[in-house]
């Protein structure tokens, strides 16, 4: 009866679970966020602890949050009510940079990517299935029929907006994937009525656009950040070459391009060069002098409590992070607008790797690089096995952009 008796206090005592995230109790911070969706989606409120422990996530406690935690390997720890509120006083004390947000839905999640497409061409993708997150894969028809109003989140894959089929010309241009890539974007252009690859893709740009500044959150890396602002500041300008799209681009197109209606880059100057495998001046790629062993990028501090968007963003058990690279690995401060927050930065360099803005009633927010945990990634490479990376920090800033969506809106200070 004492034995009945003193588990059954434990258990009325116990009314919160705790998922911890820093780096020494935390086995498995990516499937992390997947039970954090999962509750979303079940229809319990999560609150995210916002610099406490590496960003902790707060559960009412229940068997089948404990169950789930234990099938899928992450760790968590049973709270009292007495010790759940010595944290939140400590998070809510004006002397902490701490803050808790309320999750409170589970955000539909769409990823723009064409059909064919295997979840590891692309991290996002990649992440979302380790990590046990839903998604729905859509592409330029479904975008142009307005799906996009169905997503609270959209994620855009190393996608060329340009119409210059990622400028592989040089390297891949008589490989057969690169053949039937053309052709299959050729014949889908024609199909929706375009007469141009590029003309389409703008299209489809401006319409993601929409979306973003209608409300939508928008995430993209790689050569997806700089071809959809190149693709936005190029409307009514023809920069393709002839291989591209088989007709001379226009006389002094540089001069054309109009700024203002790109998101997040300014001033860049184009690659005119279809040899050269590179959009602009916006990318680092052949600027940077740095070993790959001291290849690191450093998360910025902000306001838990003033500037709690960012602080969501840059949420890790490091603020130290190493660096990969990509078609565009990362961006030339001096083609930032000074109205877009840069979120890391690699100073050795004098590069911004992770940048966040507002565009309309929006956000997006550009991650330079295509797998960061695959260095150098190259045409035809292996995937990356994420069972071997289950705390990979470089992924974590990933999810921290799918949970973005679901917190609470507070006004943003920055």
Same mark, same amino acid.
Request: aromatic share 12%; glycine share 6%; net charge negative.
């Given at each position: 009866?004492?034995?009945?008796?003193?588990?059954?206090?434990?258990?009325?005592?116990?009314?919160?679970?705790?998922?911890?995230?820093?780096?020494?109790?935390?086995?498995?911070?990516?499937?992390?966020?997947?039970?954090?969706?999962?509750?979303?989606?079940?229809?319990?409120?999560?609150?995210?602890?916002?610099?406490?422990?590496?960003?902790?996530?707060?559960?009412?406690?229940? %068997? /089948? $949050?404990?169950?789930?935690?234990?099938?899928?390997? @992450? +760790?968590? #720890?049973? *709270?009292?009510?007495?010790?759940?509120?010595?944290?939140?006083?400590?998070?809510?004390?004006?002397?902490?940079?701490?803050?808790?947000?309320?999750?409170?839905?589970?955000?539909?999640?769409?990823?723009?990517?064409?059909?064919?497409?295997?979840?590891?061409?692309?991290?996002?993708?990649?992440?979302?299935?380790?990590?046990?997150?839903?998604?729905?894969?859509?592409?330029?028809?479904?975008?142009?029929?307005?799906?996009?109003?169905?997503?609270?989140?959209?994620?855009?894959?190393?996608?060329?907006?340009?119409?210059?089929?990622?400028?592989?010309?040089?390297?891949?241009?008589?490989?057969?994937?690169?053949?039937?890539?053309?052709?299959?974007? %050729? /014949? $889908?252009?024609?199909?929706?009525?375009?007469?141009? @690859? +590029?003309? #389409?893709? *703008?299209?489809?740009?401006?319409?993601?656009?929409?979306?973003?500044?209608?409300?939508?959150?928008?995430?993209?890396?790689?050569?997806?950040?700089?071809?959809?602002?190149?693709?936005?500041?190029?409307?009514?300008?023809?920069?393709?070459?002839?291989?591209?799209?088989?007709?001379?681009?226009?006389?002094?197109?540089?001069?054309?391009?109009?700024?203002?209606?790109?998101?997040?880059?300014?001033?860049?100057?184009?690659?005119?060069?279809?040899?050269?495998?590179?959009?602009?001046?916006?990318?680092?790629?052949?600027?940077?002098?740095?070993?790959?062993?001291?290849?690191?990028?450093?998360?910025?501090?902000?306001?838990?409590?003033?500037?709690?968007?960012?602080?969501?963003?840059?949420?890790?058990?490091?603020?130290?992070?190493?660096?990969?690279?990509?078609?565009?690995?990362?961006?030339?401060?001096?083609?930032?607008?000074?109205?877009?927050?840069?979120?890391?930065?690699?100073?050795?360099?004098?590069?911004?790797?992770?940048?966040?803005?507002?565009?309309?009633?929006?956000?997006?927010?550009?991650?330079?690089?295509?797998?960061?945990?695959?260095?150098?990634?190259?045409?035809?490479?292996?995937?990356?096995?994420?069972?071997?990376?289950?705390?990979?920090?470089?992924?974590?800033?990933?999810?921290?952009?799918?949970?973005?969506?679901?917190?609470?809106?507070?006004?943003?200070?920055?």
């Amino acid at each position: 009866m004492f034995l009945f008796f003193l588990l059954w206090s434990v258990s009325v005592s116990a009314s919160q679970i705790l998922i911890p995230m820093d780096a020494d109790t935390q086995n498995n911070h990516l499937k992390a966020y997947g039970i954090t969706y999962w509750s979303l989606e079940n229809g319990t409120k999560v609150q995210w602890l916002l610099n406490y422990r590496g960003g902790a996530f707060l559960f009412p406690d229940s %068997e /089948a $949050l404990r169950k789930e935690c234990q099938i899928r390997g @992450v +760790s968590f #720890e049973v *709270l009292s009510d007495h010790k759940t509120g010595e944290i939140l006083d400590e998070i809510n004390s004006p002397s902490r940079n701490m803050e808790a947000v309320l999750l409170e839905k589970a955000p539909k999640i769409a990823v723009y990517s064409p059909q064919g497409n295997m979840p590891w061409d692309d991290a996002v993708t990649m992440v979302l299935s380790y990590a046990e997150i839903p998604y729905e894969t859509i592409y330029d028809e479904e975008v142009l029929n307005d799906a996009l109003l169905l997503f609270d989140w959209l994620h855009l894959h190393h996608e060329d907006f340009t119409g210059q089929y990622g400028k592989f010309y040089r390297s891949y241009r008589t490989a057969p994937w690169y053949v039937e890539d053309k052709k299959k974007a %050729e /014949a $889908l252009a024609a199909r929706l009525g375009y007469d141009k @690859v +590029s003309e #389409e893709k *703008l299209v489809v740009a401006l319409k993601i656009r929409d979306y973003v500044v209608g409300g939508g959150f928008m995430f993209a890396m790689c050569s997806a950040t700089d071809s959809f602002d190149i693709a936005l500041s190029a409307e009514d300008v023809d920069i393709a070459e002839p291989m591209f799209d088989g007709d001379p681009s226009d006389p002094d197109y540089q001069n054309k391009l109009n700024f203002q209606n790109s998101f997040a880059f300014t001033d860049f100057i184009l690659e005119r060069d279809p040899m050269v495998y590179e959009f602009s001046s916006i990318d680092m790629t052949n600027k940077r002098r740095i070993p790959m062993d001291a290849d690191y990028f450093t998360l910025m501090e902000f306001s838990a409590k003033w500037d709690p968007i960012p602080t969501m963003l840059t949420q890790n058990h490091t603020m130290l992070v190493k660096g990969f690279m990509g078609q565009t690995t990362a961006y030339d401060p001096g083609n930032i607008k000074p109205t877009v927050l840069v979120l890391g930065e690699s100073k050795i360099n004098g590069e911004a790797k992770y940048i966040h803005g507002i565009k309309g009633n929006g956000f997006f927010t550009f991650y330079g690089g295509h797998d960061p945990e695959d260095y150098q990634h190259m045409v035809g490479d292996p995937k990356t096995e994420l069972e071997l990376h289950p705390t990979s920090p470089g992924y974590r800033l990933i999810l921290n952009n799918v949970l973005f969506p679901a917190a609470k809106k507070k006004k943003q200070k920055t």
